[in-house]
C-alpha cells in the first residue's frame, strides 16, 4: 500500500537548521510530485510549495522562498524538507504529501532557545 | 494566488442534522476542488476529490457539489466522528492553496 513515512520530531535552537526527511513506499515515487504543508499549532493547513520528483525542480511558495529547501534522495525514493536560520515562528508541524489524498503523518518541529 | 474563503468558520450542530459547508475561489477554478477533514493530532484525510467525486472507504453521507467559484461539502445526518475542521483545497493553480477551515461541533 501507498505509505509516505517522515522522520521523527526535532528540537532546535534559533538559527539552527532542521531536515525532515519523507520516506515513499507502495509506487513510483517518480510519477508524482510531492508537496509541503506547515501547520502552526492552532492553526491551519498552510502550502509550502512542492517539488517535481522526475526533475528535481522545487516550486515554494512566496511564504517560503529564501530559508526552506525541497530536495530529493531518488534512490531512496524520500523528499526532504531543509528549513535553515530556524526562527520562532517556523515552530510546527510539517506534512508531505502526494495527490491524490496520501499524506505523512508529520513532524513536529519546536523552536527553543 | 487563489483564495479559498470557507464558511462558516464554525458550525454547531446535533448529531443526526445534515450540513453544507461552503468553499469561494477567488477566481474560476473549473472543479479542482478537494475536501479534508482533520482530527486533533492527525493528517488531513480526504473525503471527496475534484469537487463531487468520492473517494473509497469515505462514508456515503459525505458528498461536494460545485464549480467555477462555489463548491460546497455536504454531510447528511451528521454522526459523533464527524466533530472535526474541515478544509477545502485547490489544485487549479500549480502553488496549491487550502482554505482556513470549518469546525464543527457538537451544539
Known amino acids: 500500500q501507498i505509505q509516505l513515512v517522515q522522520s521523527g520530531p526535532e528540537l532546535k535552537k534559533p538559527g539552527e537548521s532542521v531536515k525532515i526527511s519523507c520516506k515513499a513506499s507502495?509506487?513510483?515515487?517518480?510519477?508524482?510530485?510531492m508537496y509541503w504543508v506547515k501547520q502552526a499549532p492552532g492553526q491551519g493547513l498552510q502550502y509550502m510549495g512542492w517539488i517535481n520528483t522526475e526533475t528535481g525542480k522545487p516550486t515554494y511558495a512566496d511564504d517560503f522562498k529564501g530559508r526552506f529547501v525541497f530536495f530529493l534522495e531518488t534512490s531512496a525514493s524520500t523528499a526532504y524538507l531543509q528549513i535553515n536560520n530556524l526562527k520562532n515562528e517556523d515552530m510546527a508541524t510539517y506534512f508531505c504529501?502526494?495527490?491524490?489524498?496520501?499524506w505523512g503523518q508529520g513532524v513536529m518541529v519546536t523552536v527553543s532557545s | 494566488n487563489i483564495v479559498l474563503t470557507q464558511s462558516p468558520a464554525t458550525l454547531s450542530v446535533t448529531p443526526g442534522e445534515s450540513v453544507s459547508l461552503s468553499c469561494r475561489a477567488s477566481q474560476s477554478i473549473s472543479t479542482s476542488i478537494h475536501w479534508y477533514q482533520q482530527k486533533s493530532n492527525e493528517s488531513p484525510r480526504l473525503l471527496i476529490k475534484y469537487a463531487s467525486q468520492s473517494i473509497s472507504g469515505i462514508p456515503s453521507r459525505f458528498s461536494g457539489s460545485g464549480s467555477g467559484t462555489d463548491f460546497t461539502l455536504s454531510i447528511n445526518r451528521v454522526e459523533s466522528e464527524d466533530f472535526s475542521i474541515y478544509y477545502c483545497?485547490?489544485?487549479?493553480?500549480?502553488?496549491?492553496?487550502f482554505g482556513a477551515g470549518t469546525k464543527l461541533e457538537l451544539k
Open positions: 483545497q485547490q489544485s487549479y493553480s500549480s502553488l496549491y492553496t
Open positions: 504529501a502526494r495527490n491524490p489524498g496520501y
Open positions: 507502495g509506487y513510483t515515487f517518480t510519477n508524482y510530485g
